[in-house]
């Protein structure tokens, strides 16, 4: 991990930093046409090593949650967890109440299935699904519509499975003949093939789309190529977790006598018995979950509950951002120049700036969360480079946009914290890899 120790950097070296930067940044292709700003400051001491156009608003995608993963653990703690219940109201209605725990999974649904027919229940009169904890706005503003079939761009809501996502995976068959296609954890969901097989070596544009409410897989998967997994957003989590509920009790011998409801009978929940809960990771342990695979939905769910933390139930985002506008202020950032309107960066209205990352990830290394913090950041390889292995930072990547934040642990100097933002690019992806892993290396050095 990176440490604070280490030798100060002197004037000339500084001064020597800055020149070797600006000519890998002014000389870089992929940066033509480009807005770009870095922060690159000593972390014991916040003495600034590099600077370029710091105060300036870029579009963050998914360095957004550094913000969300930082603003939750110093406001709902890092042990905080998401809950999920299962109760029995007094009209023999199993209620699934959800918390926003994007990472329940059908075993543990499976689990809950077991702990009412350990309760000696044999059948219920129906299931409903609970999802008041949080609005039921299934996606943030500044989403974009041609998303939505996405794993990344799930719809939000307080009850969730699997990441709001149908598994599949897509076998092919002969040429011609459309693939065989397998889901989990349920096949009742609406879904068309679509798809086709193609001849052997014939490009793979395999791939998901929505027609309303039915979930399609279309394009076309090589004859000779090896079965593919996708995973394709569903247009309603809860009725979605009822369905995976509803065949484990029936698994379980627990019969359901009528169709499930969403949002149960007014009162009902009141009053309930609890069969069965379910609290996730705490949240010092999900923020691997959230910041490694940079999972869209679990930023959301973190926002509505920083909502929740704010002004009570049903968790906003609007509340969540008011929060974090709050918390941020406190710290001597001024929201006016930054837009929170979303957790995981997917909106295309966010804004932040180098300057305010950087304040961020000092505030997380001079707090109490640091370790947390360090163990929760994707640990970046720059091949062959001096700072490969040596990068703590979270990513973000958007169409026009990239961004990249976190920790150095340079060759002999303490560690830095630094930001580097791009947007308005239209570069390739070596290119911008190649960027970063020059800059980034002179820093180590």
Request: aromatic residues 8%; glycine residues 8%; negative net charge.
């Amino acid at each position: 991990k990176p440490v604070a120790a280490g030798a100060s950097w002197t004037a000339a070296e500084v001064a020597a930093l800055q020149h070797d930067v600006d000519a890998i940044v002014d000389g870089s292709p992929t940066l033509k046409g480009a807005h770009s700003g870095i922060l690159a400051v000593e972390t014991a001491t916040g003495r600034v090593l590099y600077a370029r156009a710091t105060d300036d608003a870029f579009m963050p995608a998914s360095t957004m949650k550094v913000l969300t993963g930082s603003a939750a653990l110093a406001l709902l703690g890092p042990s905080f967890t998401f809950k999920t219940r299962v109760a029995l109201a007094d009209d023999n209605r199993l209620i699934l109440s959800g918390g926003g725990d994007a990472l329940l999974r059908a075993a543990d649904l499976d689990a809950a299935a077991a702990a009412v027919a350990a309760a000696g229940i044999t059948s219920v009169a129906g299931l409903a699904a609970d999802d008041g904890y949080f609005d039921r706005r299934p996606y943030p503003d500044g989403w974009v519509w041609d998303d939505f079939p996405f794993y990344f761009a799930p719809v939000v809501s307080a009850v969730c499975l699997e990441d709001n996502v149908l598994h599949a995976v897509i076998t092919p068959a002969s040429p011609g003949a459309p693939p065989a296609v397998a889901l989990a954890p349920t096949s009742s969901l609406a879904t068309e093939n679509r798809a086709t097989t193609g001849p052997p070596g014939s490009k793979d544009t395999l791939d998901v789309d929505r027609d309303g409410s039915t979930i399609l897989f279309v394009g076309s998967i090589p004859a000779n190529a090896k079965p593919e997994k996708l995973d394709a957003a569903v247009p309603d989590p809860p009725a979605y977790a009822l369905d995976v509920f509803a065949r484990a009790l029936a698994a379980h011998g627990v019969s359901v006598a009528v169709d499930t409801l969403r949002p149960p009978p007014t009162g009902s929940a009141a009053g309930a018995r609890i069969l069965w809960t379910h609290e996730s990771a705490p949240l010092a342990r999900y923020l691997h979950d959230f910041w490694f695979p940079s999972d869209n939905l679990v930023g959301e769910l973190l926002l509505k509950s920083l909502g929740v933390a704010r002004s009570g139930v049903p968790g906003t985002s609007e509340h969540g951002a008011a929060l974090e506008n709050e918390w941020l202020r406190s710290l001597g950032i001024d929201p006016l120049r930054l837009d929170v309107t979303d957790g995981s960066g997917l909106s295309i209205y966010d804004r932040l700036s180098p300057r305010v990352l950087v304040r961020l990830l000092q505030y997380d290394w001079n707090g109490p969360n640091r370790d947390a913090v360090l163990d929760a950041l994707p640990v970046i390889d720059f091949n062959g480079t001096a700072a490969s292995m040596r990068v703590f930072a979270k990513t973000g990547t958007r169409r026009y946009a990239r961004g990249l934040a976190g920790y150095l642990r340079p060759h002999g100097h303490g560690a830095i914290t630094f930001a580097l933002m791009v947007d308005d690019w239209m570069g390739d992806d070596d290119g911008m890899y190649a960027l970063r892993a020059r800059v980034l290396a002179r820093l180590a050095r």
